[in-house]
T-cell receptor, first 112, second 116 residues
Framework: QKEVEQNSGPLSVPEGAIASLNCTYS??????FFWYRQYSGKSPELIMF????GDKEDGRFTAQLNKASQYVSLLIRDSQPSDSATYLC????????????FGAGTILRVKS | DAGVIQSPRHEVTEMGQEVTLRCKPI?????LFWYRQTMMRGLELLIY????????DSGMPEDRFSAKMPNASFSTLKIQPSEPRDSAVYFC??????????????FGSGTRLTVV
């Protein structure tokens, strides 16, 4: 079982809709959760992080954590074509909190 | 700050040659990570340093790979000899694990390595 799993997609949504991205993780001791966006040919860019104590909203982005079920979600409201990218979920490795384990990423396509 | 700086951006080399990738972390960041990204395996952590000291190299694939950090502003990842299966994008990332807006890694632009 992979430590961080994501549906590879692509997830296609129309412009203006809500995009919902999910990731599951296997290590119950993980405390920090990150979402990175990666455009084709570019490096990953941090867009959101949350701790195990709560959800977080930042502009059009909301990150939610369900510790009991061990999954993290990212909601993108009012999706724009510029949101089209690969979204990587990362979780800190409980055995060494400095290490982030990345999922394979979900491709999001926002159609205008 | 200029961000994490990697060089070269692209490297094409012949099998068996030595390859050296370079990274300059963000000033003040005391953690530096080397990742490799491929379509098949995604982002894999190779090694990371704290205060210039290698902490975990369990992700280094084999003895052909080595990494050094001689000072706080410079790190290298060396592959000798290189093989076609080493072809990937190699990212360097750094962090100081502080700050409400930048908690997490900042990645460099990456080095796309092609071994023919």
């Amino acid at each position: 079982q992979k430590e961080v799993e994501q549906n590879s997609g692509p997830l296609s949504v129309p412009e203006g809709a809500i995009a919902s991205l999910n990731c599951t993780y296997s290590d119950r001791g993980s405390q920090s959760f990150f979402w990175y966006r990666q455009y084709s040919g570019k490096s990953p860019e941090l867009i959101m992080f949350i701790y195990s104590n709560g959800d977080k909203e930042d502009g059009r982005f909301t990150a939610q954590l369900n510790k009991a079920s061990q999954y993290v979600s990212l909601l993108i409201r009012d999706s724009q074509p510029s949101d089209s990218a690969t979204y990587l979920c990362a979780v800190n490795y409980a055995g060494d909190g400095n290490k982030l384990v990345f999922g394979a990423g979900t491709i999001l396509r926002v159609k205008s | 700050d200029a961000g994490v700086i990697q060089s070269p951006r692209h490297e094409v080399t012949e099998m068996g040659q030595e390859v050296t990738l370079r990274c300059k972390p963000i000033s003040g960041h005391d953690y530096l990570f080397w990742y490799r990204q491929t379509m098949m395996r995604g982002l894999e952590l190779l090694i990371y340093f704290n205060n210039n000291v290698p902490i975990d190299d369990s992700g280094m694939p084999e003895d052909r790979f080595s990494a050094k950090m001689p000072n706080a502003s410079f790190s290298t990842l060396k592959i000798q000899p290189s093989e076609p299966r080493d072809s990937a994008v190699y990212f360097c990332a750094s962090t100081d694990w502080t700050g409400p807006t930048n908690y997490g890694y900042t990645f460099g632009s990456g080095t796309r390595l092609t071994v023919v």
